[in-house]
T-cell receptor, first 113, second 114 residues
Framework: SAVISQKPSRDICQRGTSLTIQCQVD?????MFWYRQQPGQSLTLIAT?????????ESGFVIDKFPISRPNLTFSTLTVSNMSPEDSSIYLC??????????FGQGTRLTVV | GESVGLHLPTLSVQEGDNSIINCAYS??????FIWYKQESGKGPQFIID?????DKRQGQRVTVLLNKTVKHLSLQIAATQPGDSAVYFC?????????????FGKGTKLSVKP
């Protein structure tokens, strides 16, 4: 299994600012993903982080709002841009190999005020 | 597209009893399912998975059953303990195949009464 570390674990941000969340995996993984989980709800996929190329975004999520980087097989970042209170949520990074289970970080709890 | 959903949002059981959490899916081409446990303030933790060529898979105190005819799977927890209290999610492949990204059910909150 892979161990996934995210930072920060939580943050309180002012509206209009941006926050970059980092995700580090302790081993090389083929797949890395970013999810959003609003309070009391399930996980919604934001995008697939592709190594060395642009991320693949799900419907309702765009690169200008959620730019993603993945410079190598063990690291990815998600930026939440021009934040509003509606962006308050838990952001989760996951990683794994193709056709196997995905492992998750502990999440970043974001509050926008 | 795939959708994965749960029948009950909450489940309360007595310590020592067995728990059964159900999940339905819509895409018959889905070939891989996972159960995750999420404790408060933590990320989802892998519990057990099952592939579509199997009807049943057992782990330590947990069993997953897959009924492809009715597109239903369940997670059974034997001798439920207070540490099992969490939200449980079923998840399946997002595009009907094992492409790596997952779609999650709504979750069932399991509460274990001492």
């Amino acid at each position: 299994s892979a161990v996934i570390s995210q930072k920060p674990s939580r943050d309180i941000c002012q509206r209009g600012t941006s926050l970059t969340i980092q995700c580090q995996v302790d081993s090389q993984v083929t797949m890395m993903f970013w999810y959003r989980q609003q309070p009391g709800q399930s996980l919604t996929l934001i995008a697939t982080a592709n190594q060395g190329s642009e991320a693949t975004y799900e419907s309702g999520f765009v690169i200008d709002k959620f730019p993603i980087s993945r410079p190598n097989l063990t690291f990815s970042t998600l930026t939440v841009s021009n934040m509003s209170p509606e962006d308050s949520s838990i952001y989760l990074c996951s990683g794994g190999q193709l056709n196997t289970e995905a492992f998750f970080g502990q999440g970043t709890r974001l509050t926008v005020v | 597209g795939e959708s994965v959903g749960l029948h009950l949002p909450t489940l309360s059981v007595q310590e020592g009893d067995n728990s059964i959490i159900n999940c339905a899916y819509s895409n018959s081409a889905s070939d891989y399912f996972i159960w995750y446990k999420q404790e408060s303030g933590k990320g989802p933790q892998f519990i057990i998975d099952i592939r579509s060529n199997m009807d049943k898979r057992q782990g330590q105190r947990v069993t997953v059953l897959l009924n492809k005819t009715v597109k239903h799977l369940s997670l059974q927890i034997a001798a439920t303990q207070p540490g099992d209290s969490a939200v449980y999610f079923c998840a399946g492949p997002n595009y009907g195949g094992s492409q790596g990204n997952l779609i999650f059910g709504k979750g069932t909150k399991l509460s274990v009464k001492p």
